[in-house]
């Protein structure tokens, strides 16, 4: 079968493996999660200490791993979607069903997503945000920083994933 311009599937190998890394840097978040965690408990029923600062690691840690995890999970087409149809389809219609939901839901909601959450992240940094949640306080304009770093990160990998599509829309295969 034909294949797309070699041009396009260079784009496409470059955007996946961005997105590959990415999710492979980020899940490494989950060790610092875990020991802080693990710590806390131990603290806390153990030695009857509690931390001022393991629920601010915590939701910032899993909250980032969550976040830019969902992008290397649209990259492994891990995302819910209703299997019991869409399995039943073929390649081209499942490509154009995909092509069709990345311009007119998908792309619109991360645009969205980004330039509100580029804005709260612009505000929380302009103010130098802390938390309000503890007495330790710690910054949150970094965290906050994950919002559109993760629309972006979405729209980018959104780009590959409508190009595979619309390449099995006029083609019949996946590449």
Not at 8 to 18: A, E, F, G, K, N
Not at 42 to 58: K, Q, S
Request: aromatic letters at 16%; one cysteine or more.
């Amino acid at each position: 079968m034909n294949r797309f311009p070699k041009s396009v599937q260079s784009v496409i190998r470059i955007i996946d493996t961005l997105s590959e890394w990415s999710g492979k840097i980020v899940g490494w978040l989950i060790i610092p999660l875990i020991l802080g965690l693990t710590y806390e408990v131990i603290a806390r029923y153990g030695f009857h200490a509690p931390t001022v600062w393991a629920y601010d690691i915590a939701y910032m840690l899993y909250g980032t791993l969550f976040m830019l995890g969902a992008v290397y999970t649209l990259k492994r087409n891990g995302h819910i979607r209703t299997d019991m149809l869409y399995d039943r389809w073929s390649p081209r219609r499942q490509g154009w069903v995909n092509v069709i939901s990345y311009l007119f839901l998908f792309f619109p909601g991360m645009i969205f997503f980004f330039l509100s959450g580029l804005d709260v992240t612009i505000h929380s940094w302009i103010i130098l945000e802390k938390s309000d949640f503890s007495p330790w306080r710690p910054p949150l304009y970094p965290f906050k920083t994950v919002i559109p770093l993760t629309a972006l990160l979405l729209i980018v990998q959104g780009v590959s994933e409508c190009l595979k599509s619309l390449h099995a829309a006029l083609k019949g295969e996946w590449i």
